[in-house]
C-alpha cells in the first residue's frame, strides 16, 4: 500500500471527508487517509444522511491529488466503486453488486457507498473520496425506516463479526490497485469491472432525471453512464440519477 502515505484515526468527528479537505487546505500529501470510529454528520450522495454508529462501520476518505484532464475526473468515483465492490467481495462473495454511480448492494439490501468532492485547492484539484460500509451492524442498528433496505457484513456472513481492520486494510489495498490502474492507462479493464459488477449498466430501461427514458449502454471515457434514447446518446454524471423502468 505505498500509496497510502498517511493514516488518522478518530475516536469520533462530523464527516471524515470535511476532515480531509480541512488537511487538504492544509498541504496534507495526496494519500491522507481519515478513519473514524463515529461519525455524527455522515453523508452520502444528494445530501442523504450516512448512518455511522460507533465502532460498527467503516467510515473512511481519502485524500487524492489528481493531475488529469478535467474530463477524465469522472473515472475516479468509478475506480473507487470498482474498489468497494472488490473489498466487500472478499467477506460476502458475489453477492456484492453496484448500482450506478456509487451504490454498492448485497441481496437487495444496501451495504456501502462513495462519495466523491472535488475543489480547486492552491496546488490543483483536491479529491476526496469518502466510502461508507456497514460492516458489523445488525437489524436494529439501522433506523427503522432503513431495516427493509440496509445490511452489513455481519449480515451477510449469518451474524458472524467482521474484523473491521482486515475490512479497512482490503479496502486500502483495492483503492490504491484500482487508482494506479487508471493513471497507469488501465481505464478499460476498470471500466470492465464496473460494468462486471454493475448488471443495470448495460442493457436496462431508465428513466433520465431530467425527462425521457432511455437503455444503458456501458461507459463513456470520461466515466459518464452512456444512455441510448431517441434522440441519440446521453451521458449520465455521477451528479446525475437515474431510475430502472419498473422500480
Not at 81 to 90: I, L, N, Q, T, Y
Not at 100 to 127: F, T, Y
Not at 164 to 170: D, K
Request: with cysteine.
Amino acid at each position: 500500500m505505498d500509496f497510502v502515505r498517511r493514516i488518522i484515526v478518530l475516536e469520533t468527528t462530523g464527516s471524515t471527508n470535511d476532515d480531509a479537505r480541512r488537511l487538504a487546505a492544509e498541504g496534507a500529501p495526496e494519500g491522507t487517509v481519515i478513519l473514524a470510529e463515529r461519525q455524527s454528520a455522515g453523508r452520502g450522495r444528494l445530501g442523504r444522511t450516512w448512518e455511522s454508529p460507533d465502532r460498527t462501520g467503516l467510515y473512511l476518505s481519502m485524500l487524492l491529488r489528481p493531475a488529469d484532464r478535467l474530463d477524465r475526473i469522472g473515472r475516479y468515483p468509478i475506480a473507487a466503486a470498482v474498489a468497494v465492490c472488490a473489498a466487500c467481495r472478499e467477506f460476502a462473495w458475489d453477492r456484492v453488486v453496484l448500482k450506478w454511480p456509487n451504490d454498492v448492494l448485497a441481496e437487495g439490501g444496501k451495504l456501502a457507498g462513495i462519495l466523491a468532492e472535488m475543489r480547486r485547492g492552491p496546488s490543483g484539484a483536491d479529491l476526496v473520496l469518502g466510502v461508507g460500509i456497514n460492516v458489523n451492524q445488525v437489524g436494529e442498528d439501522f433506523p427503522a425506516t432503513m431495516r427493509a433496505s440496509a445490511t452489513s457484513l455481519r449480515m451477510l456472513n449469518h451474524g458472524v463479526v467482521v474484523d473491521r481492520e482486515t475490512v479497512a486494510a482490503t479496502l486500502l489495498q483495492s483503492l490504491a490497485v484500482t487508482i494506479t490502474g487508471i493513471r497507469a492507462d488501465a481505464w478499460p479493464e476498470v471500466a470492465e469491472r464496473f460494468l462486471r459488477y454493475a448488471p443495470d449498466a448495460t442493457g436496462r430501461s431508465v428513466r433520465l432525471a431530467a425527462g425521457g427514458e432511455g437503455t444503458t449502454s456501458g461507459l463513456d471515457a470520461s466515466g459518464a453512464l452512456r444512455v441510448a434514447t431517441a434522440n441519440g446518446i446521453v451521458l449520465v454524471h455521477a451528479s446525475d440519477s437515474v431510475a430502472i423502468v419498473g422500480e
